[in-house]
């Protein structure tokens, strides 16, 4: 014991993000626990990036990249929808979406359906940052199932985002034919759907069946990357299918407070790596 | 010993790349490890990254990402000068950028100023891939110092690239005004210059600094960001100072085989994320 005296407990979080490849953050230690009826939740307290949800052992979101994840999944559609009144977020427990979503005044109202009510309860508690306009009155919580919901409301949205986890677990099912259908039948005539589609380095098949499949329900489905440094492959890929708008060509400059979207970053998120293209097709 | 039995050996490289925050990458284990005159050098055998080279213990290129740091150092200034002939790089021991320059058929020759001969020797040696074009009639490798040889080859060169390390050791005087005024007058007059200048995530103010520098001796000078997995931070910028040619509005269209760079990517590189306007001006 006398050669580790006056040593600091290091306690190191470490994601095993593919094999062999693993993010590792220290942590001064775990705020919360818990085994819900879904997932492993836990929110840990990391120097280098803040407060991090970390579900099933993976990082969700972090207080360094978190803006990064949730001003891209939410501006790009709401900045080409010509006016925005009623969103839903299927997933996205964690509420940065919805926060992103009631900065646009057009909004009335954003809905979120989150299958697991333990994540939206411990976001509000622990992830103040990220949570903080959850109960907004513009924003109605249904703890339930995204499938079920987007099939059970046709024609109600004019935006719809899956901010869901990766395709496992819980999470499978947001990435099939059957989801996207609804998705169709749930947006109005002129809607648009973005799904979070993961990194081209580890989930390759996953981004062009995606694309395919929505190119098979949509007339206009295109790829649009970010950078997120938390998640595996960093290079981060979102699929945007729309009904009527084109997402390049029909950008609406909007007064927002961002830390990454701007209108210029909107369209050229849109010009894809060759590795990309090659995926999704030019 | 018994409860360890057929269990294989679990070797792990951690960078500890920001105070708190480390890459673990599982490795085969070590090709090369020795005491250069300005550096410790290794190349280590990776599952999921491949041959990687470490200086310093710090990864600076691996088979999943270099293609995306050299094509994007390279093709940028290079698409944008109407026919670069004579191109300098200083660093790049490993050869990255020297295989992506001549893939230009205007490119007479190219010059690598690397002031550590044994990066180049390891490089040619155990990164084939990064490496291949090392030998190339058209290469010239002077191993020395980048900081004398700008300042001693006046009005020489039609692009000088800074593929230099971290701005620690042997790579900080890479970053200084008198560096940047050496290659300033080791262009030709319409000549311009590119240097990898970190990520604004844990190097605001070396970005700050470096374009203001910039600004200071350039009448153009603009930053552009892309995405490097196996770097601290992911999002990259480099900072690219000219003397003539705008690197939006003056991009050739030049036929390449590349893996990330396209012409649309090379503009839409230049839309800059808000927390890196903020740093450098929009």
């Known amino acids: 014991m006398t050669i580790l005296g006056g040593m600091e407990l290091h306690l190191w979080f470490i994601e095993e993000q593919a094999p062999g490849m693993a993010l590792a953050l220290k942590a001064m230690g775990t705020i919360h626990r818990e085994k819900t009826e879904y997932q492993d939740l836990a929110v840990i307290e990391t120097i280098d990036a803040g407060r991090a949800l970390v579900l099933d052992g993976c990082i969700m979101t ?5 803006f990064i994840y949730h001003e891209m999944i939410v501006h790009v ?20 979406s919805i926060r992103e979503i009631l900065k646009h005044d057009s909004v009335k109202q954003a809905v979120l359906s989150e299958i697991d009510g333990k994540v939206v ?30 099939n059970t409301h046709p024609a109600e949205y004019d935006v719809i985002l899956c901010d869901s986890t990766d395709p496992v677990g819980p999470g499978i099912v947001l990435f099939s034919e059957e989801f996207y259908k609804g998705v169709y039948s749930s947006l ?12 081209p380095f580890y989930y390759r098949d996953l981004l062009s069946k995606v694309s395919q499949t929505l190119k098979g329900i949509f007339p206009i489905v295109k790829t ?6 938390t998640y595996p492959g960093a290079l981060w890929t979102f699929t945007l299918a729309s009904k009527k708008y084109d997402p390049v060509t029909c950008v609406r400059r909007v007064d927002l407070k961002t830390k990454y979207y701007t209108t210029e970053l909107h369209k050229a998120s849109f010009a894809l790596p060759k590795m990309v293209e090659d995926i999704v097709g030019a």
């Open 77 to 96: 559609p709401l900045c080409v929808h010509p006016s925005p009144e009623k969103v839903l977020v299927v997933g996205g427990g964690d509420g940065g």
């Open 224 to 229: 649009y990357v970010t950078v997120m440094p």
């Open 62 to 66: 972090s207080d360094m990249d978190e």
């Open 188 to 199: 109005k005539d002129d809607g648009i759907f973005v799904a979070q589609t993961e990194s």
């Open 121 to 150: 309860e411990a976001a509000k508690k622990y992830l103040p940052n990220t949570s903080c306009r959850l109960d907004d009155p513009r924003c109605s919580i249904m703890i339930g199932d995204g499938f079920r919901h987007v």
